[in-house]
């Protein structure tokens, strides 16, 4: 790998890939379009077998290195589809006065700003099919500047979304909610 340093800690550096020279066995190609950018799915280019170890090993090790615990016994992860599985997530919005636009999606990888998303292989389809009709909507609202945020959770037959407002809604706007509800 071909990396750029990007910040250095007491006990670790970090750094961003620039380039892949030799890649493993388990690198596929990442699926969203968005990858890279977008925060909300870092591990995209490993096969799903892959991610599941991935993340094991990552909760190994903070379980030893903060929880200073060892497990005697390991059950076998839960798993699922390979794609869509994100039942729960908070979502960002951000009204772009410049672009006369709302954005609504997963933080950036490596910032504040929210990625410019048009669609998600992670989040739930029920939700990510809804992404630009959900950033219209906001849009379309008197409140669009004071919606930070969309909290999403989604059940084996129903989906919601908590709509986080900094100000009252209008009646107006209780209504968009309504019927796009």
Same mark, same amino acid.
């Given at each position: ?9 007491r ?14 066995e ?8 968005h ?19 991935? &993340?094991?090993?990552? *909760? %190994?090790?903070?379980? @030893? #290195?903060? !929880? ?28 772009v006065h410049? &672009?006369?636009?709302? *954005? %609504?999606?997963?933080? @950036? #990888?490596? !910032? ?30 008197e ?11 989604? !059940? ?26």
């Open positions: 790998i071909i990396a750029r340093l990007t910040g250095r800690k006990r670790f550096d970090e750094g961003e890939t620039l380039e892949v020279v030799d890649p493993s388990y690198r596929i190609e990442p699926r969203g379009p990858f890279g950018q977008c925060g909300g799915c870092s591990l995209q280019h490993l096969e799903a077998n892959e991610q599941i170890r991935a &993340k094991h090993n990552t *909760l %190994v090790q903070n379980l @030893e #290195r903060i !929880g200073k615990v060892t497990p005697e016994q390991w059950w076998e992860p839960i798993t699922g589809p390979g794609w869509h599985y994100r039942r729960k997530a908070r979502l960002s919005v951000r009204y410049k &672009k006369e636009r709302v *954005l %609504v999606g997963f933080r @950036e #990888r490596y !910032g504040r700003f929210v990625a410019d998303m048009e669609e998600c292989h992670v989040l739930d389809k029920r939700i990510a099919d809804q992404i630009p009709a959900l950033a219209s909507l906001i849009y379309s609202m409140a669009r500047n004071s919606i930070p945020q969309l909290e999403v959770a989604c !059940g084996d037959d129903d989906s919601a979304l908590v709509v986080r407002h900094l100000e009252p809604l209008s009646e107006s706007d209780l209504n968009k909610l309504r019927v796009f509800a």
